[in-house]
């Protein structure tokens, strides 16, 4: 019979399991984490974990904190099980398990965010870390800056003290911080998005500076954005990772599997202190950028290329794209003959080298990923991942065929159908939008392209515009399987 976690159950656990070694009745808090879904469990609060388990960062408890109404099922749950997690790791060799007790409270999820701006004010927080997705920074994908005038941003702008977003809330938290003197904190993005320090900085500082122009000025001196590249591959949690729990012993119910590389890059710019991280495999760097270009562009970017033909074609996991002949083949020449010609090494590692990693990564059977959830929000993704490098490829007319050929996949999926008929419910924010522009492409292709919010001036290029509907056209003629084939048969040219 599994044992229900708790802090009490932990001494019944199977000897296999590894447990906190610390006393977690002495940990304080010392972290806001906004969004603390399975990836945050399994990478940020996991090294603090770690960095516990050798006696060290008592201080720096994470708290959890959410902003929308299903996170409050979230905290429920966790508040349930004394908000311990159990970490399944899932490697091809073997599987092991850990529980990790970094986290130590989850603050109550309020309308107004009452009880997170409060938590955020309290003078033993340092550092507020969110994880809210690539598609939560209200950023306009056309002028790929922050989008002031949306709706709940203008709310907030109006409202400081009641605010709906999670940028209003660290605003109110801040003003609360200057006025009682408890001074700055460090504000970090864990989001794969470029330079996502930058663009969390360019949110809180205008969305401030809209009711607050001196709160602006003084968030913007005093407090600190790191940029931080992070990595690991977490599947959702779902029946199977229950019952694998349950296998284990353990009776959770919010496990989280993950593989077992894992990766953290971050710059050192911390205004009130941090963990020291750097003790357990946190790399503290000033090229952010090149590591998480690297990454961005070939593990997220690849993740795009392998998960909208997976969908279109029905395949269950990404570990089966891989080993489709042609899905996985279309990743490696895409990667290695449009994608690693924009990417700089990194040290230790080259660009054809991370190709090799990531297709390792990609592959492992016991990491089941879907297309579905890697696809998701392809709007952020796709305009965050891919354009970036299509438009360096056609600015230097290098080969990019295949990243078009990404692009009209993509296309072919929002139409909502797979080619065996089933139908693929919607995956994305704007899936209204995009569902219409893909169904007006089957007969006009550059119907998709003139959407200008996410193509910009890449849609009147005429090399992309001429590559994407020959392959759009070749899709609906002749299936996805027959574009893949004359793509990966063919011989680029530069």
């Known amino acids: 019979m599994p044992v229900r976690l708790s802090n009490a159950a932990l001494g019944k656990l199977s000897k296999g399991v590894v447990v906190p070694l610390y006393d977690r009745s002495r940990l304080t808090p010392g972290i806001v984490h906004i969004g603390l879904g399975n990836f945050h469990r399994a990478h940020q609060a996991w090294y603090l974990h770690r960095l516990m388990q050798e006696g060290h960062a008592f201080d720096w408890g994470i708290i959890g904190a959410g902003v929308r109404v299903y996170d409050r099922e979230q905290r429920r749950k966790l508040e349930a099980q004394d908000f311990l997690t159990t970490l399944i790791e899932l490697d091809p060799g073997a599987t092991s398990a850990e529980i990790i007790g970094s986290i130590i409270g989850y603050v109550p999820v309020e309308e107004e965010n009452g009880p997170l701006i409060r938590q955020m004010a309290d003078s033993a927080i340092r550092i507020v870390q969110l994880t ?6 209200f950023i306009d994908p056309a002028s790929n800056s922050f989008d002031a005038g949306n709706d709940e941003i203008r709310h907030d702008a109006e409202n400081p003290e009641t605010p709906h977003t999670v940028f209003g809330a660290i605003i109110a938290a801040l003003q609360r911080r ?18 996502n320090g930058d663009i969390l900085r360019e949110a809180v500082v205008t ?8 709160l602006a000025d003084w968030i913007d001196t005093e407090c600190t954005f790191p940029n931080s590249m992070v990595d690991r591959i977490v599947p959702a949690t779902g029946d199977r990772e229950l019952a694998l729990a349950h296998e284990i012993g353990i009776d959770d119910a919010v496990p989280v599997t993950h593989e077992s590389f894992c990766q953290w890059v971050v710059e050192d710019k911390y ?19 090149d590591y998480e270009e690297m990454k961005i562009r070939i593990l997220n970017g690849g993740h795009q ?19 489709h002949p042609l899905i996985g083949s279309l990743f490696r020449k895409v990667a290695r003959e ?17 190709v090799d990693l990531v297709d390792r990564r990609f592959s492992n059977p016991m990491i089941v990923d879907t297309p579905r959830r890697v696809a998701f929000d392809g709007s952020s993704r796709h305009t965050g991942f891919i354009l970036p490098v299509l438009r360096e490829a056609l600015g230097c007319a290098a080969p990019s065929d295949g990243l078009a050929l990404a692009e009209a996949l993509w296309c072919r999926m929002c139409a909502g159908t797979r080619e065996d008929g089933t139908v693929i419910k919607p995956n994305d924010p704007f899936w209204p939008q995009l569902h219409n522009a893909a169904c007006a492409a089957r007969l006009d292709p550059l119907a998709w392209l003139d959407q200008g919010h996410l193509y910009g001036d890449l849609g009147g290029n005429r090399t992309f515009a001429a590559a994407f509907s020959k392959w759009l056209k070749l899709i609906w003629e002749s299936g996805t399987e027959t574009a893949m084939q004359a793509y990966i048969g063919s011989r680029q040219k530069a």
């Open 132 to 137: 809210v997705t690539e598609g939560g920074y």
């Open 178 to 195: 200057r006025a009682t003197g408890v001074g700055p904190l460090t504000l970090q993005s864990c989001d794969n998005l470029q330079g």
């Open 207 to 214: 969305l401030a500076g809209l009711s607050d122009p001196e």
């Open 271 to 289: 205004c009130a202190g941090r963990p020291a991280w750097d003790r357990v495999g946190v790399t503290f760097s000033d090229r952010v950028r």
């Open 305 to 323: 290329i392998l998960a909208n033909p997976g969908e279109i074609l029905a395949v269950e996991t990404i570990a089966d794209c891989m080993a």
């Open 338 to 354: 449009e994608i690693i010609a924009h990417v700089n090494p990194v040290p230790d590692t080259a660009p054809e080298a991370y």
